[in-house]
């Protein structure tokens, strides 16, 4: 089933001149996930930011189970959020410095009422132990937390609206090595458990290689390929796809 | 903290405490005329001596720390919630909205503020209530700024659009997130802007359109110090020296803060 469908996507900032997302078009499947890949600056994260519209697109469209979310009331795309979360990179930026952590999941649930007033600290606890985090973590602040496991609360207020679709904008690029693969095991397990969608955005081909059922290569602001792993990786029709391929630390 | 900011919240500190117990402190009614002893410099029954109508001078005074103070955090208080709130909504909502706002800024800092402020007393009348709107309508415009130049940093940060992802709306954005992580430049700006609102009060009482006697202001005790001030060096010098001193220690406070941050 066709979940989201993103027809001829385009954003250019103005001030800096820069094209950064040019003509998108492609379609994500439920329940399987897209791997997203390129160099810094690409146009990854814009293309993103854009289809949560988080940033306003110039044209084109992204339909969501058959909605235009470019041209639906504030109201219906308010409600539609619920359905489409996205999980950042810098665990650092992406939380409220003052805010403690048990906050950071109750306010997901005193926006969209979908947790009743007496159940959420025991949902929040919940959604923390999924995460591998716990009871001990609501009271503390984002900076007493290490970058692993702040990336963890990123991970469980994505996960408390209850979405169908979560874009991962590089989640695990700036974590240690060895919290990384913790995270993305924590992901995959989630994807599988939850029936969710992911788009995968990153650069690191390793990482992409390992969990993507599907692979679209990005470079400035273009698509320039797409296929499955075999086509990808075995076989590369695109010298940037052959050159990112080569830079790659890869098993 | 340093040293100076300890001494300023000391000093800041104590004046509040000043004002509140204003009427254990003070050792005579601060409106209680005495004809007998007019004008008696500094002794053990009069320490700061006694105005030309032989009120107790340190009684006055210690009444005055309530008025000065009541309209420094009062007016301050009034151009917070201007400045911050315009602040916000300018840096949050950029485009036309921002422009009006700060061109409005632009038009409001063109105006010599003392002056403008002498205009309006004069057309209404000068009461502790219509100073104390008037200061904070007329010294938001720094508040402001500040205000929309850290919004404009901070809304570009992950955890905003992370609000925005998570369907969090424009009002729970800016009151919850912006605003309370943008506080720490604007609290300097308003320790500092309470000093600037008891200096004008001084002034405006002292040119006689302030606080209107017999209630006791620094500024209007003063300016009846003024009219005998070869006969009574006192009436002048300790209300002088107790405007420096506040002004001085919010001043250091305000520093102190900035540096912390």
Redesign the interface.
């Known amino acids: 089933m066709e979940l989201l469908k993103i027809n001829n996507l385009y954003k250019t900032f103005k001030k800096h001149r820069v094209c950064a997302v040019d003509g998108a078009s492609f379609s994500i499947f439920k329940g399987e996930v897209l791997g997203l890949v390129g160099e810094s600056g690409c146009g990854k994260s814009t293309l993103a930011k854009l289809i949560l519209r988080l940033i306003d697109a110039d044209k084109g469209s992204i339909f969501y189970k058959g909605k235009d979310l470019l041209n639906i009331s504030r109201n219906d795309m308010r409600k539609t959020r619920k359905d489409l979360q996205i999980i950042f990179q810098d665990p650092y930026a992406s939380l409220d410095p003052r805010m403690k952590i048990g906050k950071v999941i109750e306010e997901v649930y005193d926006i969209h009422k979908n947790v009743s007033e007496r159940d959420r600290k025991s949902k929040t606890i919940e959604l923390l132990e999924t995460v591998g985090l716990g009871e001990t973590y609501l009271n503390r602040l984002p900076s007493e937390l290490s970058g692993g496991e702040r990336q963890r609360v990123g991970i469980a207020r994505a996960l408390a609206t209850d979405p169908e679709f979560i874009i991962c904008d590089e989640p695990v690029s700036s974590l240690d090595i060895s919290v990384q693969a913790q995270i993305l095991n924590l992901l995959i397990e989630l994807q599988k458990r939850k029936n969710l969608t992911y788009l995968f955005i990153s650069h690191d081909l390793g990482v992409i290689g390992s969990i993507c059922d599907r692979i679209m290569v990005m470079q400035s602001g273009r698509f320039i390929e797409s296929g499955s792993y075999e086509d990808i990786f075995k076989n590369p029709q695109c010298q940037y796809t052959r050159t990112l391929l080569e830079s790659a630390f890869l098993p | 903290m340093n040293k100076l900011t300890w001494f300023g919240l000391g000093i800041v500190g104590f004046f509040i405490i000043v004002a509140i117990f204003a009427p254990m402190i003070a050792p005579y009614n601060p409106g209680q005329i005495d004809i007998e002893n007019i004008l008696t410099p500094p002794s053990s029954s009069h320490i700061f001596g006694t105005d030309s109508l032989g009120r107790d001078l340190f009684s006055r005074m210690v009444y005055g720390a309530r008025i000065s103070l009541m309209v420094g955090f009062i007016a301050v208080g009034i151009a917070a919630i201007i400045g911050i709130a315009l602040g916000a909504i300018a840096g949050y909502y950029g485009k036309w909205v921002d422009a009006i706002i700060m061109r409005f800024i632009d038009i409001m800092l063109c105006f010599p503020t003392f002056f403008l402020i002498l205009a309006v007393i004069a057309l209404l009348e000068p009461s502790i209530i219509n100073i104390m709107v008037i200061i904070g309508a007329t010294s938001w415009m720094g508040i402001a700024r500040l205000m929309r130049a850290e919004i404009l940093s901070l809304k570009e940060?992950?955890?905003i659009?992370?609000?925005?992802?998570?369907?969090?709306?424009d009002l729970?954005i800016i009151a919850r997130?912006l605003i309370?992580?943008a506080m720490a430049p604007v609290l300097v700006s308003i320790t500092l802007g309470i000093a600037g609102a008891i200096l004008v009060e001084s002034g405006l009482s002292f040119l006689g359109i302030g606080v209107q006697p017999p209630t006791p202001s620094w500024g209007n005790i003063l300016s009846e110090g003024k009219a005998v001030m070869g006969a009574g060096w006192w009436m002048m010098l300790f209300p002088g020296l107790a405007i420096f001193i506040t002004v001085l220690g919010y001043n250091l406070l305000g520093e102190g803060i900035r540096e912390n941050y």
């Open positions: 940060r992950d955890f659009y992370a609000e925005r992802a998570i369907g969090a709306s729970r997130h309370p992580n």
